[in-house]
């Protein structure tokens, strides 16, 4: 269970670096989140330097990721989630957690401030992942796979190889078909 926590809070730490880095540099919201990052770098790491060191990078970060495509953005988040994992898997086992859960709580305020403005797209690290704050329309094609999960209203969509149909699937937006 620990181990899920810890790579849970390293991909929300990836994707949140992205996604701030890419939408809110030089806010109050980048600011505190990047601050608290470098800080928690430095606690995790038991290393002071760890946190200037940290807070350059995020600066890199943001600028690498001004005009960047998706592949850049999601170098970046795979980056960051190295970065993450690296730190809670050298940390003692008894703090562990608490960084996990910090990391997660850092991740999820910024997410919140940034889209309390209005729908943003987020692309996850980890292979066609995505994480979105707006409509999504998830469609595959050939013989692989493709699912979603909607967890603030916790449907499930999903084909593996030629399976036809998703699971509850939404009633269609006034206007659709």
């Known amino acids: 269970m620990l181990a899920e926590a810890v790579t849970a809070a390293a991909a929300a730490g990836g994707i949140a670096v992205v996604e701030g880095a890419a939408s809110a540099a030089g806010t109050q919201a980048w600011e505190s989140f990047r601050t608290r990052v470098a800080g928690w770098f430095g606690r995790g790491s038991g290393n002071a330097e760890l946190e200037r060191v940290t807070l350059e990078r995020l600066d890199r970060t943001a600028a690498e990721l001004d005009g960047a495509d998706e592949a850049g953005q999601t170098r970046q988040a795979d980056r960051w989630e190295d970065r993450f994992a690296d730190v809670l898997e050298a940390a003692p086992e008894e703090l562990r957690a608490e960084l996990a859960q910090q990391l997660k709580t850092f991740s999820d305020e910024l997410r919140?401030?940034?889209?309390?403005?209005?729908?943003?797209?987020?692309?996850?690290?980890?292979?066609?992942?995505?994480?979105?704050?707006?409509?999504?329309?998830?469609?595959?094609?050939?013989?692989?796979?493709?699912a979603a999960v909607i967890n603030n209203t916790n449907h499930y969509y999903g084909t593996t190889g030629s399976a036809p149909a998703p699971v509850n699937p939404p009633a269609p937006e006034p206007g659709q078909a």
């Open 112 to 146: 919140a401030e940034l889209n309390s403005g209005g729908g943003t797209t987020i692309t996850s690290s980890g292979a066609g992942s995505l994480i979105a704050t707006d409509k999504v329309d998830v469609k595959g094609s050939g013989s692989g796979s493709t």
